[in-house]
């Protein structure tokens, strides 16, 4: 009994800022302005409009975890072989950017691609034309694959390092290409990794509304912004709880998920 009061702090906390939100969001949800219980702000919902940006944000968001997935793969097969295992210190540059905050890392992109940015300079010093990145889908996808990356990158590194290499020298011993060993191996002992970094690159891409913002001038309205949106600019409180109550349950299929594939939430729960 006495131990379980250290934890009491964190209770309070809990209740406070996660289960008090939480009710008040499904209070919200399921009521009209005038206090009375209705189903209409989910039904409202189902506009095209509204489903659009949905499935936008749901679009946006699986590209964005496509290119982490083919970006990072690598860099985490890369972090964790024997050849990197001298450079460990390396890692740090991996790792580096998120101890940054993440409107300075957006801010960062922005004065690069900006008109008068660093890259549009060096191209008219090379004598060509300047080009128009900022305020564009690919600025916004941009921003998501760079602030999203690291995420990607450690689950699949955490799971390839705790990774027993006899199992792929075996395989090499038994006469297996290269091809074959990371099809028949080392994907498949990697799993774990991807199906957690495949949920902590998605679930962020779908709900970010910073970067669109910043990055796409307001042009690009993904989920979050829809939110937000309905929170701080219509003070429609009741229909912006039904969508965050939609989005609530797309994380909770998207943990249900990764449980599935990694039930002690180490990243290796298949092995």
């Not at 600025?139 to 799971?159: D, E, K, R, T, W």
């Not at 191996?185 to 957690?196: C, F, K």
């Not at 962020?204 to 939110?227: N, V």
Request: hydrophobic share 55%; glycine share 8%.
């Amino acid at each position: 009994m006495k131990r379980s009061w250290y934890a009491s702090p964190y209770a309070v906390w809990m209740v406070l800022f996660t289960v008090v939100p939480v009710l008040l969001v499904l209070y919200y949800a399921f009521t009209g302005p005038d206090g009375q219980p209705t189903l209409e702000n989910f039904g409202d919902f189902l506009q095209p409009v509204y489903l659009n940006v949905l499935w936008n944000s749901i679009w946006m968001a699986a590209v964005c975890t496509v290119i982490c997935l083919l970006l990072g793969y690598p860099a985490a097969m890369f972090l964790a072989s024997k050849d990197f295992s001298k450079y460990q210190s390396l890692l740090v540059l991996f790792i580096l950017p998120m101890w940054m905050n993440f409107l300075l890392r957006t801010y960062a992109w922005m004065s690069l691609l900006e008109d008068t940015g660093l890259i549009n300079q060096f191209l008219s010093w090379l004598g060509l034309p300047k080009m128009q990145m900022l305020y564009t889908e690919g600025a916004v996808m941009l921003g998501m694959v760079y602030n999203f990356i690291p995420f990607m990158i450690l689950p699949v590194y955490s799971v390839m390092k705790k990774m027993d290499t006899r199992i792929v020298e075996a395989a090499e011993d038994l006469g297996a290409d290269p091809v074959r060993v990371f099809t028949r191996v080392t994907l498949p002992l990697s799993l774990p990794g991807i199906i957690s970094g495949i949920t902590m690159v998605f679930m962020p891409a779908a709900t970010t509304f910073a970067i669109p913002k910043l990055m796409g001038g307001g042009k690009y309205m993904l989920f979050g912004d829809l939110i937000e949106q309905q929170f701080l600019v219509s003070y429609n409180w009741n229909f912006g709880s039904s969508l965050s109550l939609i989005m609530m349950v797309l994380i909770m299929i998207s943990i249900g998920l990764m449980k599935h594939w990694d039930p002690d939430g180490q990243g290796g729960g298949l092995f």
